[in-house]
Nanobody, 118 residues
């Protein structure tokens, strides 16, 4: 199995920044891609960004392009989401996820709350 632990959420004013971390442990050799997803109150969980386990080929959802950056520290087995120019609509619980297969994410963290005040 793969274990994921997120951290770094909090309360920030609009225009501010936060960095989310996802510490990955367990059978990491089975992972091919890591992703971040956000779930706003009353809404479905949505894709935010993903990156290959090797740290290449980042992909972003349109609303966060140019503001968020996903990257990996290979030495620490940690994936980060740098969130800049935050907007109130970015408020959500953010989940880290690992993909071991082809078409779905198989392991999820517990989530970390991000609240952006206007």
């Amino acid at each position: 199995q793969v274990q994921l632990v997120e951290s770094g959420g909090g309360l920030v004013q609009a225009g501010g920044s936060l960095r989310l971390s996802c510490a990955v442990s367990g059978r990491t050799f089975t992972i091919n891609r890591m992703g971040w997803f956000g779930q706003a109150p009353g809404k479905a969980r949505e894709f935010v960004a993903s990156i290959s386990w090797s740290g290449n080929s980042p992909v972003y959802a349109d609303p966060v392009k140019g503001r968020f950056t996903i990257f990996r520290d290979n030495a620490k087995n940690t994936v980060y989401l740098q969130m800049n120019s935050l907007k109130p609509e970015d408020t959500a619980v953010y989940y880290c996820a690992a993909r071991m297969g082809i078409d779905r994410y198989d392991a999820w963290g517990q989530g970390t709350q991000v609240t952006v005040s206007s």
